[in-house]
T-cell receptor, first 114, second 114 residues
Framework: DVKVTQSSRYLVKRTGEKVFLECVQD?????MFWYRQDPGLGLRLIYF?????MKEKGDIPEGYSVSREKKERFSLILESASTNQTSMYLCASSKGDWGTGELFFGEGSRLTVL | DAKTTQPTSMDCAEGRAANLPCNHS???????VYWYRQIHSQGPQYIIH???NNETNEMASLIITEDRKSSTLILPHATLRDTAVYYCIVRVSLMDTGRRALTFGSGTRLQVQP
């Protein structure tokens, strides 16, 4: 079975802490994505990557950065966590042809910033 | 870029067909319509996508009107496990690079009743 694995299902951090959310896919997909999901707002795209070391901003990149050093791994970094970054974070990957490929999602990481 | 409009919620009786509508009146000729669903506490799951012709797979059927301004996702025999939020998405272009990623709205919450 194809799989996207997110490192933590639940995290609790304090304001100002640096937070790393890790995502690994085992499908050799070129494209990887980070979304956040909030009640009433649906899923919003934070960053995506179409190749190793490549990254592009999504709709809401402020306060976040990403790293893709290996094809299978895409990390989301909150340099200094704030309470408004409390959310569900979802990682996804897709193959090849940009934008037409099926997205495979992980189970999500629920982050609470106190 | 085309946006989508979906009802906030719908009910369906178990064993009956669930018909979920979506309006995308500003869709352009080369934009695909995608459907995903999200069962509580899981990441979204791909269902089906299409351009102009009707599509069917083991999960659902997608009916796109001739003018492409709306579509309907059909679950032929809904079960309790089909209770989820269903997202209708039109592929959008990110202005910075022209690369495309899927943008999710708030979706339709389908409740299948026993």
């Amino acid at each position: 079975d194809v799989k996207v694995t997110q490192s933590s299902r639940y995290l609790v951090k304090r304001t100002g802490e640096k937070v790393f959310l890790e995502c690994v896919q085992d499908m050799d997909h070129e494209n990887m994505f980070w979304y956040r999901q909030d009640p009433g707002l649906g899923l919003r795209l934070i960053y995506f990557s179409y190749d190793v070391k490549m990254k592009e901003k999504g709709d809401i990149p402020e306060g976040y950065s990403v790293s893709r050093e290996k094809k299978e791994r895409f990390s989301l970094i909150l340099e200094s966590a704030s309470t408004n970054q409390t959310s569900m974070y979802l990682c996804a990957s897709s193959k090849g042809d940009w934008g037409t490929g099926e997205l495979f999602f992980g189970e999500g990481s629920r982050l609470t910033v106190l | 870029d085309a946006k989508t409009t979906q009802p906030t919620s719908m009910d369906c009786a178990e064993g009956r067909a669930a018909n979920l509508p979506c309006n995308h009146s500003t869709i352009s000729g080369n934009e695909y319509v995608y459907w995903y669903r999200q069962i509580h506490s899981q990441g979204p799951q791909y269902i089906i996508h299409g351009l102009k012709n009707n599509e069917t797979n083991e999960m659902a059927s997608l009916i796109i009107t001739e003018d492409r301004k709306s579509s309907t996702l059909i679950l032929p025999h809904a079960t309790l496990r089909d209770t989820a939020v269903y997202y209708c998405i039109v592929r959008v272009s990110l202005m910075d690079t022209g690369r495309r990623a899927l943008t999710f709205g708030s979706g339709t919450r389908l409740q299948v009743q026993p």
